[in-house]
């Protein structure tokens, strides 16, 4: 995989000397990935990603592993509320109205497959930017092919329980924040219902309760 640096000067040290166990991926929601480049290199935005794909499968590194780039915002995963500290971002250069290229799926996965190896970081906690942030975030939204990350074992994709359980609590215990329920309900369909509409019913239940069982977050690491 050839990657391609252009660093960004949006980046600061991660705090309290965390080192990175989660991956937030992103879509830039911009025309090109050029102007989403350009943007994310721009001081006066303090915005950035560690990484950039075009839709041709271009890799960009804007800011190293190491350092803390600017990429999730206001959100939390289990109780780390600093993901910044705790992540690495990866931007795709997509609208968030149609699917996403074959070469940039291709280049995410080689891509991530090396940070898991590098990082420790099970698939569990490869997670969207609406996971962690679902009362203002949608990305990488219901176009991302998050079944073809898990058959590569780089995210989860779990088989619904026979059981249903608290939506609300087992989407809590799998990581997700507390939020409105109409929220918390259109992130989670996302990420693992796409086709679902109409209010919480049967299935939803069952593969939070799969969420919570197979993949309960720890609570025990650092909370910043």
């Given amino acids: 995989m050839h990657i391609i640096g252009h660093p960004s000067p949006n980046f600061g040290e991660r705090r309290g000397g965390a080192k990175p166990d989660i991956v937030v991926i992103h879509y830039t929601a911009m025309g090109t990935a050029q102007s989403a480049l350009e943007r994310m290199c721009d001081p006066a935005i303090e915005v950035s990603a560690h990484y950039l794909i075009s839709a041709q499968g271009e890799v960009l590194q804007l800011v190293e592993e190491e350092a803390r780039a600017w990429h999730a915002g206001a959100g939390a995963w289990g109780d780390v509320e600093d993901v910044n500290s705790r992540s690495i971002g990866i931007e795709l250069a997509n609208d968030g109205a149609v699917p996403f290229a074959h070469p940039q799926m291709d280049a995410l996965e080689d891509l991530l497959g090396a940070i898991m190896a590098r990082w420790s970081i099970p698939p569990e906690r490869v997670i969207g930017h609406s996971d962690m942030a679902p009362e203002r975030k949608q990305d990488p939204g219901p176009r991302f092919d998050w ?47 796409p086709w679902g509409s109409g209010p919480l019913g049967p299935e939803d239940r069952r593969i939070a309760r799969a969420l919570a069982a197979s993949f309960p977050i720890d609570r025990t690491g650092l909370a910043s």
Avoid at 170 to 191: I, N, Q
Wanted: glycine letters at 8%; aromatic letters at 12%.
């Fill in 147 to 193: 079944r073809r990350l898990a058959r590569a074992g780089l995210s989860i994709w779990p088989e619904p329980s026979g059981d249903e359980g608290d939506f609300h609590a087992d989407l809590r215990a799998f990581g997700y924040p507390d939020a409105a329920p109409e929220l918390l309900l259109a992130a989670f369909r996302m990420r693992f219902r």
